[in-house]
């Protein structure tokens, strides 16, 4: 039943070690997008994927990377993890770009330590 | 750029009142969201409003959108404790915006 899933729901990796963490889907959205969202902060756009077509937001650091290889899952690559990226980790998809309503999934929190 | 402003930023509230959380964005818009989250937990999602005048209820809240005002609300009615969570209203226009979020405690 699940639409959009997160995984792992919790990771903890040490500072500087690479991290991926995982989000696929079920509804054949063609955009999928990655949120990062501080304690007691809004949910922050990283970059988002339009099909195969990858947007980066212009403040999102050169640290974090993304891969789609096919419709239903992407990636978050944390290449070099700081103490500053711990952080919830929420994926969203939508139908299409645009003005769409976007479903999350239930989120992945990351510990740097 | 697109600017979401909530407000108020904190609630807290007594079982049985009522209060409203207003959302205020700076573009021109007629898509706007509102979210719940519970502590570490993802979003929720409660309304979306797609045009002017647009009014949703669900149990006890209530959103509507003026969009030209850039104005939306949610109204909580006899507010009772299962609603202390954060709110957020987000708007797209072709990218989503959130507001800060409002954090809601009701209390007994």
């Known amino acids: 039943d699940a639409m959009v899933i997160q995984n792992p729901r919790y990771q903890v990796t040490q500072f500087g070690k690479p991290v991926t963490l995982s989000c696929s889907q079920t509804l054949n959205h063609n955009v999928m997008y990655w949120y990062q969202q501080k304690s007691s902060q809004a949910p922050k756009l990283l970059f988002h994927?339009?099909?195969?077509?990858?947007?980066n937001e212009a403040d999102t650091p050169d640290n974090f990377q993304s891969r789609r290889p096919n419709t239903s899952f992407c990636f978050l690559d944390i290449r070099s993890p700081g103490l500053g990226d711990a952080a919830m980790y929420l994926c969203?998809?939508?139908?299409?770009?645009?003005?769409?309503?976007?479903?999350f999934g239930p989120g992945t929190r990351l510990t740097v330590t | 750029e697109l600017k979401v402003e909530q407000n108020p930023l904190f609630l807290s509230m007594q079982e049985g009142k009522n209060y409203t959380i207003y959302c205020n964005y700076s573009?021109?818009?007629?898509?706007l969201y509102w979210y719940r989250q519970d502590p570490g937990k993802s979003l929720e999602s409660l309304f979306v409003l797609l045009s002017n005048g647009a009014v949703k209820q669900e149990g006890r809240l209530m959103a509507s959108l003026d969009t030209k005002a850039r104005l939306s609300t949610l109204h909580i009615t006899a507010a009772v404790h299962d609603l202390s969570a954060t709110y957020f209203c987000?708007?797209?226009?072709?990218?989503?915006?959130f507001g800060a979020g409002t954090r809601l405690t009701v209390k007994p």
């Open positions: 987000a708007v797209n226009n072709n990218d989503m915006r």
């Open positions: 969203a998809t939508s139908r299409v770009w645009g003005s769409y309503e976007q479903y």
């Open positions: 994927y339009y099909d195969k077509d990858f947007n």
């Open positions: 573009t021109t818009s007629d898509r």
